[in-house]
């Protein structure tokens, strides 16, 4: 079974479109985080959440809105997609809120025209 | 969180040992250091980390200098499987911060 999933893999829309990508994982763990991954291979985070709670919310812009329905779920929805959002995906989750050890879901590659 | 610097590249022969630096001068005393990769397309992976004491997992070894100013991770017998970007990040009481990395090639 996979440890932390993500749909959709991939995900190419138009430029002010609204979209989701959904994250689960079945490790029991109590944190998950979204990060991003832009063309020239930086990876960073976004937001992190522990038990629900928002712990982590970097500078990102407030198009972008986390939700976590449970801790084994956090989803990313982002409004008015632009083409600066085009970019690699990643949720991962650890066990605690200390991210000793994260684990990383396949990522989801969005690409806005 | 500290800077880590590494090398942008290295090569290392197939069944050798790959031995990645990372300097990380400005570590504080309750500042960890992890290492994780990314093989092409993937999500990164974790390996190992660390605080003071060298630590040994199945997959590599952690190798941190006294002063705590830098640290080596180890392969130990690397494989064509092992070809990805190795970030070494300091710090990460609530975040990991990714550097660039070094991008391990193994060499047949």
């Known amino acids: 079974d996979t440890a932390v999933s993500q749909t959709p893999k991939y995900l190419v829309t138009q430029m002010g479109n609204d979209k989701s990508i959904k994250c689960e994982q079945n490790?029991?763990?109590?944190?998950m985080y979204w990060y991003k991954q832009d063309s020239k291979k930086f990876l960073k985070i976004m937001f992190s959440?522990?038990?629900?709670?928002?712990?982590i919310n970097e500078t990102v812009p407030n198009r972008f809105s986390p939700k976590s329905p449970d801790k084994a779920h956090l989803n990313l929805h982002i409004n008015s997609l632009e083409l600066g959002d085009s970019a690699v995906y990643f949720c991962?989750?650890?066990?605690?809120?200390?991210?000793?050890?994260?684990?990383f879901g396949p990522g989801t590659r969005l690409t806005v025209t | 969180d500290a800077k880590t610097t590494q090398p942008t590249s290295m090569d290392c022969a197939e069944g050798r040992a790959a031995n990645l630096p990372c300097n990380h001068s400005?570590?504080?005393?309750?500042?960890?250091v992890y290492w994780y990769r990314q093989i092409h397309s993937q999500g990164p992976q974790y390996i190992i980390h660390?605080?003071?004491n060298n630590e040994t997992n199945e997959m590599a070894s952690l190798i941190i200098t006294e002063d705590r100013k830098s640290s080596t991770l180890i392969l130990p017998h690397a494989t064509l499987r092992d070809t990805a970007v190795y970030y070494c990040?300091?710090?990460?009481?609530?975040?990991?911060?990714f550097g660039t990395g070094t991008r391990l090639t193994i060499i047949p």
């Open positions: 991962a989750s650890s066990k605690d809120i200390t991210p000793y050890e994260q684990y």
């Open positions: 490790l029991g763990h109590d944190t």
């Open positions: 959440y522990n038990n629900k709670e928002l712990i």
């Open positions: 400005t570590i504080s005393g309750n500042e960890y």
């Open positions: 660390g605080l003071k």
């Open positions: 990040i300091v710090g990460g009481n609530e975040k990991l911060t």
